[in-house]
């Protein structure tokens, strides 16, 4: 290919959107003298005005007018004198009508009036629901408990598969919860898990990500229009690519998988790029170094850190449970504030590292999520080799289902598993130990899919019942190396198990 | 002078005097009237990355709160013009101090080329506009489709391919062969337009 054509077909590459760093070291290097340079910048100005010119309607136009207006600043003798001159000329209009116009053909210029205000209606109407189908976000798989507030103010409790909105509020409410939004040029955002996301499209696509997770699949994006991701800490520009976020308070959580993201820390405007594979936290409490890491392979076992991981339940320390049954003791008279005082500073010195997370009521019942993912610095991957322990204390009678969040390895969401409800099986005000095969849990949505394979990003405890009472003291993904060979075995017949040690 | 532009630019003084004794409903007058010209200079003027519709808004807010600087009888399309390249100018600079954003999303040259035309185009998007849709009319319904596809439907390249059923690269090469000819019949229509001047009226928006 010759340089001129070489030139327009990368020039055409950057305008979609479609380069890579080589490409575009190539378009610097063809890109050698002023008359080339003028050609592509009137490409890039004519696909400038293309976009303008059928992207636009009459519609379109009265909204930025409305937009503008409503954005002027207006004092309050200003505001005043337009109600004042809008109320004036609406009724000295009113005076003239009826002066020129008698009583009696009224009705005619009321229908008349009716008639036109209907058709600029519908004509209002085609033009915003044809705009509204080019920008659409359709909802194309939903479980779990979801609620939409839409941009046009409506609120939408519990919207189904095929709603259609052009932007606004989602909040996934339980910790299976999974949606998957479609966006008119095939982009995919899934929120998984209790997350809360703000869409907009009014310009680029904008995502705001308050809390949770999402995973996306973005197709090439306009390089003048890239898509934005924002979080509390970091702002992510985005090409095309595919790639998942996880946001707690003050840190995010980026995984590329395929292509690039750019990210911004917000505190200090720090910018990285990162590649596929790679990852990157960024934190508002620690502005230091802010480099990728290449993806770390995958372990099979992990134990968790409960003042770390927890995404939802209170962490109560063992100390301050002892401070609390020692002043029971010492109200109820059994022992003396002096004991009490003797016995806390024994348990103080053994340090305040043991605990337990509370469950804690949300709408759907009482809940505990934890994320590994916050503090393992591994992926998590599941084998039929893997069993999940659980330990804990249930303190009212209603059953806990526990639960597994899955993704693809490397990429996105892939499922969420659960197990079958335990109630009497476990004593109330009793501790209990569970060891569950992995293959025990069981995806409702496709009954016969394993969980195995996938990598582990999210264990949950719930019972439905928002009073309940229960408390997690530890959660293991453990690899045992006698097998559990037999596919029917579940924690009530694994009583010995030799487990490999954790690293 | 036409007798369309003169009662173009007398409704726009007498719209920026209403506003200045104090009748802000006016400035929907203004707006109205120049919306489609700016914001077409903003969006060719505008290096990639940047919201032209949010600098057109904000020039036009700036310019709402700098009524009264401006005096009747001189011209307001130029005023505000000066104050949107002043916009630009600053988110520009807003821009190229967020590191290496600037670098890699936006080839120095467009920048510097856009930033010379920002300060020696007088302003004639509304023509070009209307030039460039002349051209788009003038396609064959073949070539017109996939103009449609990429800039009104904004759907991917894969799906245009799907559509078509023709490749991917076959799409790309369709697409720069039609930005091409598109740059060529807008340039002939700016030739015999430089020969036979005609008073074009301003858009009344950008459709």
């Known amino acids: 290919m010759n340089e001129p054509k070489k030139l327009e077909q990368l020039w055409g590459d950057f305008l979609e959107g479609e380069w890579t760093d080589a490409s575009l070291r190539e378009l610097k290097e063809l890109l050698d003298d002023a008359e080339s340079e003028k050609k592509a910048v009137d490409l890039y100005q004519l696909h400038r005005l293309l976009g303008l010119l059928l992207n636009s309607g009459k519609s379109e136009s009265d909204c930025f007018v409305a937009e503008t207006m409503q954005a002027l600043p207006v004092n309050q003798d200003q505001f005043v004198s337009s109600v004042e001159n809008l109320v004036g000329g609406y009724e000295k209009e009113k005076k003239e009508k009826h002066r020129v116009f008698p009583n009696s053909r009224a009705p005619f210029w009321g229908l008349a009036a009716t008639i036109a205000v209907s058709l600029m209606f519908a004509l209002g109407w085609f033009l915003l629901s044809s705009d509204a189908q080019r920008k659409s976000i359709e909802i194309v798989e939903l479980r779990g408990r979801m609620i939409l507030s839409a941009d046009q103010g409506e609120v939408i409790e519990q919207p189904t598969v095929g709603e259609v909105f052009r932007g606004g509020t989602l909040e996934s409410l339980s910790p299976d919860a999974y949606c998957l939004l479609r966006f008119h040029d095939h982009t995919t955002v899934a929120l998984s898990g209790r997350t809360l996301l703000t869409v907009s499209q009014k310009g680029p696509k904008r995502l705001r990500l308050h809390h949770g997770k999402i995973s996306a699949q973005v197709t090439s994006q306009p390089v003048d229009k890239p898509m934005l991701v924002m979080t509390e800490a970091a702002e992510m520009t985005v090409l095309g690519t595919e790639f998942n976020v996880e946001e707690k308070p003050g840190s995010t959580s980026l995984v590329v998988n395929e292509g690039k993201v750019r990210v911004k820390r917000l505190g200090d405007g720090v910018p990285v790029d990162v590649p596929a594979q790679q990852s990157v936290i960024v934190s508002l409490e620690n502005q230091n170094g802010l480099e990728p890491e290449m993806r770390a392979e995958p372990v099979t076992q992990w134990k968790s850190d409960l003042q770390s991981d927890t995404l939802h339940g209170k962490w109560v320390s063992d100390l301050a449970m002892k401070a609390l049954k020692l002043k029971k003791s010492v109200s109820q008279g059994e022992i003396s504030v002096e004991d009490a005082r003797v016995a806390y500073k024994k348990a103080a010195r053994l340090g305040d590292l043991s605990g337990s997370i509370w469950s804690q009521p949300t709408s759907i019942g009482s809940l505990v999520v934890l994320s590994p993912r916050l503090s393992a610095r591994h992926p998590l991957k599941l084998t039929d080799q893997s069993v999940i322990r659980i330990r804990g204390k249930k303190h009212t009678p209603s059953p806990l289902v526990f639960g597994l969040s899955v993704a693809h390895p490397g990429g996105g969401f892939a499922g969420k598993y659960r197990s079958k409800p335990w109630g009497q099986e476990l004593a109330i005000g009793e501790e209990f130990e569970k060891i569950l095969p992995v293959h025990s849990f069981h995806d409702e949505k496709s009954p016969g899919k394993p969980a195995t394979g996938f990598e582990l990003t999210d264990w949950w405890c719930l019972s439905r019942d928002s009073a309940a009472k229960f408390e997690i003291s530890s959660v293991e993904l453990l690899d045992h190396s006698i097998g559990l060979h037999n596919s029917n075995a579940d924690s009530t017949s694994i009583n010995q198990l030799v487990l490999v040690p954790l690293p | ?207």
């Open chain 2, 1 to 207: 002078m036409g007798d369309i532009q003169q009662f173009h630019d007398e409704s726009v003084e007498e719209a920026v005097r209403s506003v200045q004794t104090g009748k802000p409903g006016a400035f929907e007058t203004v707006v109205r009237a120049f919306e489609g010209s700016l914001r077409a200079w903003l969006s060719i003027h505008s290096p990639p990355g940047i919201d032209s519709d949010e600098i057109a808004q904000r020039s036009f807010v700036e310019a709402y709160r700098r009524v009264n600087d401006y005096q009747i009888g001189t011209n307001f399309k130029a005023w505000l013009f000066a104050i949107a390249r002043f916009q630009l100018k600053t988110e520009v600079t807003r821009l190229r101090r967020l590191a290496d954003y600037h670098a890699r999303y936006v080839p120095e040259f467009i920048d510097r080329e856009l930033e010379r035309r920002a300060y020696s185009d007088p302003g004639e998007e509304s023509e070009k506009l209307s030039q460039l849709k002349n051209c788009v009319d003038s396609l064959g319904d073949h070539l017109r489709r996939f103009v449609d596809w990429r800039y009104r439907d904004e759907i991917t390249l894969e799906e245009m391919a799907q559509r078509s059923e023709r490749s991917l690269s076959a799409v790309k090469k369709q697409l720069w062969k039609i930005r091409r000819k598109l740059q060529e019949c807008v340039e002939r229509e700016a030739a015999k337009a430089e020969k036979s001047p005609v008073n074009y009226p301003p858009a009344e928006g950008v459709a």
